[in-house]
T-cell receptor, first 113, second 114 residues
Framework: GDSVTQMEGPVTLSEEAFLTINCTYTATGYPSLFWYVQYPGEGLQLLLKATKADDKGSNKGFEATYRKETTSFHLEKGSVQVSDSAVYFC????????????FGKGTTLSVSS | DAGVIQSPRHEVTEMGQEVTLRCKPI?????LFWYRQTMMRGLELLIYFNNNVPIDDSGMPEDRFSAKMPNASFSTLKIQPSEPRDSAVYFC????????????FGSGTRLTVV
């Protein structure tokens, strides 16, 4: 069945370091792909999305490119800040009307100053 | 737009009591989802509705859990009787009709069953 696999966390970085969080997926058809972020004590927020191959989603300095050939949607940021400390979830939509998103297990990012 | 509104934000109850969690989705969103989040199990989909109709409740852990959506602007998740292992954060999310849009999540209800 369709699934999302994220790299295990936690990821610990110093401020201004480069961030990559890996996400790969298995899906039939042409899914849409999403990254969500969850700050401590809050609900998940949509960070960025891409709806077709080679699309790049971007927001708040984060980027991810929909790579159909490698079935990947890795999240990157050139210079992380302490305020980026959160849990990041990769998700896919199966492209079928009325279906639920499939989430990865989440990756915890901790940034220290 | 007030976003997805959940109530209460925190709930502490004794084992065996009935608990009702409430959700008001964003106006115009056709789909509504209930999730549970724990450290051990992560984020779990419990049930979702399209146009007020339950589509998939396979994630509901057992008969003690039930969910309703009597109209497009309101949904409830009920646990009766509650047990300590139900302690978790429960999230509601809504989405417009097309699946290419992401969800908008509420702030969650933190349930503690003692």
């Amino acid at each position: 069945g369709d699934s999302v696999t994220q790299m295990e966390g936690p990821v610990t970085l110093s401020e201004e370091a480069f961030l990559t969080i890996n996400c790969t997926y298995t899906a039939t058809g042409y899914p849409s792909l999403f990254w969500y972020v969850q700050y401590p004590g809050e609900g998940l927020q949509l960070l960025l999305k891409a709806t077709k191959a080679d699309d790049k989603g971007s927001n708040k300095g984060f980027e991810a490119t929909y790579r159909k050939e490698t079935t990947s949607f890795h999240l990157e940021k050139g210079s992380v800040q302490v305020s980026d400390s959160a849990v990041y979830f990769c998700a896919l939509s199966r492209g079928q009307a009325g279906t639920a998103l499939i989430f990865g297990k989440g990756t915890t990012l901790s940034v220290s100053s | 737009d007030a976003g997805v509104i959940q109530s209460p934000r925190h709930e502490v109850t004794e084992m065996g009591q009935e608990v009702t969690l409430r959700c008001k989705p964003i106006s115009g969103h056709n789909s509504l989802f209930w999730y549970r989040q724990t450290m051990m199990r992560g984020l779990e989909l419990l049930i979702y509705f399209n146009n007020n109709v339950p589509i998939d409740d396979s994630g509901m852990p057992e008969d003690r859990f039930s969910a309703k959506m009597p109209n497009a602007s309101f949904s409830t998740l009920k646990i009766q009787p509650s047990e300590p292992r139900d302690s978790a954060v429960y999230f509601c999310a809504s989405r417009p009709g097309t699946e290419n849009y992401g969800y908008t999540f509420g702030s969650g209800t933190r349930l503690t069953v003692v």
